[in-house]
């Protein structure tokens, strides 16, 4: 770590609780790896003061900052500028102070999740096979929109509250399809990509029942839960040969384009730094 300057840059995470978020470990990894003079701290926010504390940013003299739960949805409507992703997404995770002050709302979590997919399961995209997402939460929406921007024509979407993924699915409109809970194992068949946006499985959790046996054996599955990073889910799926994906990875790559506009360094995603989050994961 390198002592700051007067002239340090800085970005932070609100978030409440927010002892939780991996995010200051994860900048801070990069913020010494490439000796930036800047730092980034977590900021504890309660709900009800998000927006006082988002029109602080520029006043403080910060560049931006991330969003994590409860803030993400209600951020939306206390920037200037949401982009395009975050207004279909429904949700802000990143925040840049423009240079009058303003804040722009953006959301890596669909760019995370693509480029996780593109670095771990190459050649995950099979022309002409749905996709079938388990969940209806922001990370479902997230993950929704960017496997139909990626070209994915067909999405199976399957929720344990039925009336939440209908409303998914209205919202993204074509290409989007609602599978009852109790149909949720042959909703599998002829599918290309199976992702688990739940918290089921996590540790402290319920388990995610689901039986593979209707899944190709090459489709690819992804667990967006990374504790623990092999999951049931992804034990049982690599167990019957198929290509798995934990959910670290898109947590490192979603950070990415903050850290570039914040610190004016590209950073990337290294086993390096993948061994450096998962120490404090076990920790």
Known sequence: MIALSGKA???GVMGWPVAHSRSPRLHGYWLAHHRIDGAYVPMAV??????????????????????TLPHKE??????DTPS????????????MVGPHGELLGDNTDAFGFIEHMNASAPNWRQAGRPAVVIGAGGAARAVSVALLDAGVTELRLINRTEARAVALAEALGPGLSVVPWHKRHTALEGAGLLVNTTSLGMAGHEPLELELNALPRDAVVDDLVYAPLETALLKAARARGHRTVDGLGMLLH???PGFEAW????PTVTAELRTFVLQDLAG
């Open 84 to 95: 395009p992703t975050a207004r279909r997404i429904g949700a802000v995770n990143t925040i």
């Open 9 to 11: 840059r800085l970005a």
């Open 254 to 256: 979603q950070a990415r």
């Open 74 to 79: 209600s951020a939306l409507s206390h920037v």
């Open 46 to 67: 309660r709900p009800e003061r998000i927006g006082e504390a988002l029109r602080a940013l520029p006043v403080l003299g910060f560049k931006g900052a991330n969003l």
């Open 263 to 266: 610190f004016g360094v590209a």
